[in-house]
């Protein structure tokens, strides 16, 4: 939750409690929760409006799927020989064993 630990919480929560006070933390809290439903909310039909628009813009020029797959070209099949896939650095020469060299 937000990047933060169970303890960090519990502590930031009593730090709040001792600053705000025990009286007014209640309403904060109502305040702060309003706040937050309000951006998600806001970020939700931003996100719908701007698939919305990529979804018109997109079939405007003949595309009705608009997965990255897809638009590459890529079979679900060719999925595993992608060729964007991540290849591991090469092992230094001073990083191998003996073993390895052999």
Same mark, same amino acid.
């Given at each position: 939750?937000?990047?933060? &630990?169970?303890?960090?919480?519990?502590?930031?929560?009593?730090?709040?409690?001792?600053?705000?006070?025990?009286?007014?933390?209640?309403?904060?809290?109502?305040?702060?929760?309003?706040?937050?439903?309000?951006?998600?909310?806001?970020?939700?039909?931003?996100?719908?409006?701007?698939?919305?628009?990529?979804?018109?813009?997109? &079939?405007?020029?003949?595309?009705?799927?608009? &997965?990255?797959q897809k638009l590459l070209g890529f079979e679900d099949d060719d999925l595993e020989e992608n060729p964007f896939t991540p290849v591991p650095p090469p092992?230094?020469?001073?990083?191998?064993?003996?073993?390895?060299?052999?």
């Amino acid at each position: 939750m937000f990047g933060i &630990s169970g303890q960090e919480f519990i502590f930031w929560l009593i730090l709040a409690a001792i600053i705000v006070g025990p009286a007014r933390l209640p309403g904060y809290v109502r305040t702060v929760r309003e706040k937050v439903r309000h951006f998600k909310r806001a970020w939700q039909l931003t996100s719908q409006n701007v698939d919305s628009e990529m979804r018109g813009a997109l &079939s405007d020029i003949g595309v009705e799927d608009f &997965s990255p797959q897809k638009l590459l070209g890529f079979e679900d099949d060719d999925l595993e020989e992608n060729p964007f896939t991540p290849v591991p650095p090469p092992i230094a020469a001073t990083e191998r064993t003996d073993s390895e060299t052999t």
